[in-house]
């Protein structure tokens, strides 16, 4: 290799590297505009960014947190408890809650509506984790004895 051409890598690889460090990463405070208390975060990207938490709370924001819009709608019961939210983009995402039962929501179209795509009695899902739009797990506490975990292909139809 020229080494003009290996000393403008080695210089631009070190000038930007230094400037990509020494920019500030900041971080502020958003305020939701609800009084129930939030359990989980799942961000997409900077802008799109989803929360879940006490009395089947659902909130979304496509602004970076500037505005949340609450998307919790039927079948998702107002008295249930979520404790776990995973975003697959910006109208996907898998919500799950626990009471006397444990459930699994998902919704395709930003929250619009929701699906409920699994419950168990007695049960309570601590998290939901995708690897990919399709495959993912969820894992509960343990139920007669056994823990709980469950996998999906479907990203998390079935």
Not at 2 to 15: D, G, H
Request: glycine share 12%; net charge neutral.
């Amino acid at each position: 290799m020229n080494s003009r051409l290996l000393f403008l890598i080695l210089f631009l690889s070190i000038f930007l590297g230094k400037e990509l460090l020494s920019q500030n990463i900041v971080w502020s405070e958003q305020t939701s505009g609800v009084t129930t208390q939030l359990t989980s975060i799942s961000a997409i990207d900077a802008n799109n960014i989803w929360v879940c938490g006490y009395s089947g709370r659902v909130l979304r924001t496509t602004n970076g947190g500037i505005n949340w819009v609450s998307v919790n709608a039927a079948p998702i019961p107002g008295t249930l408890n979520l404790h776990s939210i995973f975003a697959m983009d910006s109208v996907t995402a898998l919500v799950a809650g626990s009471g006397t039962a444990s459930f699994l929501f998902r919704t395709t179209n930003a929250g619009a509506t929701w699906t409920q795509v699994f419950t168990e009695a007695g049960g309570f899902i601590n998290s939901v984790q995708m690897g990919n739009f399709f495959a993912g797990f969820m894992v509960g506490d343990p139920v007669g004895g056994r823990w709980s975990l469950w996998g999906t292909t479907t990203g998390g139809a079935t």
